[in-house]
């Protein structure tokens, strides 16, 4: 069965301390693996997309790596802005095109 | 540039009412989605459009209808709605003809069925 594990559920972190969220998938047929950001009342909103294991993408203080069996986000020096909930996807070709999400890991930074 | 627009951005139902929600998407995407959001789960896949004049069933598409009615809308409606649906809803669209996951969403659509 195709399935999006994201740990943990919650984060607190102070302002400046890194850390990093775990999304670990089992699927079949791997078209992508997609991060996301969702705000409190928000749509999610398109962070990074890595296709093949060793795959690197960065964006300011965040960092998304991949390996065959998870994904990793790192989060460097984080300020108060970056709190947000983080949600994983991959996309699954079985049967069809579909986007399978976990269940997110809710980001809080405070100053 | 507005993106994905959806109305209403709140609805409160009395079991059994109808309703339907829209969503219109100005970036000429060719595929739209409706998922629903619970607390503790991940998005869940109602239904999908790969391009205008289709339309799929996603993970959970029980009481709930769609329509394509053009490239840039597509609707869902609730026939008979149960406790079951209060949800936060989202439209989205993405620029392939298949759900290749790189999605662009509306800011959601909070329903409460009493």
Known sequence: EDQVTQSPEAL???????????????????RGLFWYRQDPGKGPEFLFTLYSAGEEKE???LKATLTKKESFLHITAPKPED????????????????TIFGAGTRLFVKA | ????????????LKTG??????CAQDMNHNSMYWYRQD????????YYSAS????????VPNGYNVSRLNKREFSLRLESAAPSQTSVYF??????????????FGEGSRLTVL
């Open chain 1, 12 to 30: 607190r972190l102070q302002e400046g301390e890194s850390s990093s969220l775990n999304c670990s998938y089992t699927v079949s047929g791997l």
């Open chain 2, 17 to 22: 009412q109808s309703m339907t929600l829209q």
């Open chain 2, 52 to 59: 205008e004049g289709t339309t799929d069933k996603g993970e």
């Open chain 2, 1 to 12: 540039n507005a993106g994905v627009t959806q109305t209403p951005k709140f609805q409160v």
């Open chain 1, 83 to 98: 709190s947000a909930t983080y949600l994983c996807a991959v996309g699954a070709h079985t049967g069809g095109f579909k």
């Open chain 1, 59 to 61: 964006k300011e203080r």
């Open chain 2, 39 to 46: 607390p503790g789960m991940g998005l869940r896949l109602i």
């Open chain 2, 91 to 104: 439209c989205a669209s993405s620029g392939g003809t298949t759900n290749t996951g790189e999605l662009f």
